[in-house]
């Protein structure tokens, strides 16, 4: 069974504050995935990655960067959080097929005050 | 961009009725997959569609493909309590591996 982690439920942090959300695979996936969930507006792409050290914008790249510098783990990064980055995070992964489904991990809710 | 739009956003309904719910775009996509999500989870794949005009039923669930692969309906036949949650529908574009998801429909089935 394909898991995917991340590392914290909740989080809360200051506006200016650089965070770091962590997302780890299990399964040898190619693509990996980071979205926010917003009520209403359903998941929004922020960035993707389909390789090691490989990255592409999603929708709604501003304000954040991602790393993956190794297969299994792909990072979101805040470079410095704002009070409309309160979200729910939601990382997924999925084989590099073209109708692969994607797993996703349980999310971390972020607050930032 | 590309666009999903999901409708309804919300429904409320008796256990023993049926319900649909529909996802629509302008452009075309390779696959679309719906999903249910339950609160404090990730989303969860329920099926993906592939082909114009495909249908897949999974137990009392009906999925179907448009012909153009533009659109997609489930449909939920006598729904139960245990179906409630959020469903999402998401599609992946013909030059790559994005995936887009509507904003999806929450579903709330009344014992």
């Known amino acids: 069974d394909v898991k995917v982690t991340q590392s914290s439920r909740y989080l809360v942090k200051r506006t200016g504050e650089k965070v770091f959300l962590e997302c780890v695979q299990d399964?040898?996936?190619?693509?990996m995935f980071w979205y926010r969930q917003d009520p209403g507006l359903g998941l929004r792409l922020i960035y993707f990655?389909?390789?090691?050290?490989?990255?592409e914008k999603g929708d709604i790249p501003e304000g954040y960067s991602v790393s993956r510098e190794k297969k299994e783990r792909f990072s979101l990064i805040l470079e410095s959080a704002s009070t409309n980055q309160t979200s729910m995070y939601l990382c997924?992964?999925?084989?590099?097929?073209?109708?692969?489904?994607?797993?996703f991990g349980n999310g971390t809710r972020l607050t930032v005050t | 961009t590309q666009l999903l739009e999901q409708s309804p956003q919300f429904l409320s309904i008796q256990e023993g009725e049926n319900l649909t719910v529909y996802c629509n775009s302008s452009?075309?996509?390779?696959?679309l997959q719906w999903y249910r999500q339950e609160p404090g989870e990730g989303p969860v794949l329920l099926v993906t569609?592939?082909?114009?005009?495909e249908v897949k039923k999974l137990k009392r669930l009906t999925f179907q493909f448009g012909d153009a692969r533009k659109d997609s309906s489930l449909h939920i036949t006598a729904a139960q309590p245990g179906d409630t949650g959020l469903y999402l529908c998401?599609?992946?574009?013909?030059?790559?591996?994005?995936?887009?998801f509507g904003a999806g429909t929450r579903l709330f089935v009344k014992a």
């Open positions: 399964m040898d996936h190619e693509n």
């Open positions: 997924a992964s999925s084989l590099a097929r073209y109708n692969s489904p994607l797993h």
């Open positions: 998401a599609g992946r574009g013909t030059g790559g591996f994005k995936t887009i």
């Open positions: 569609v592939v082909t114009g005009g």
């Open positions: 990655s389909y390789d090691v050290k490989m990255k």
């Open positions: 452009s075309v996509f390779s696959s």
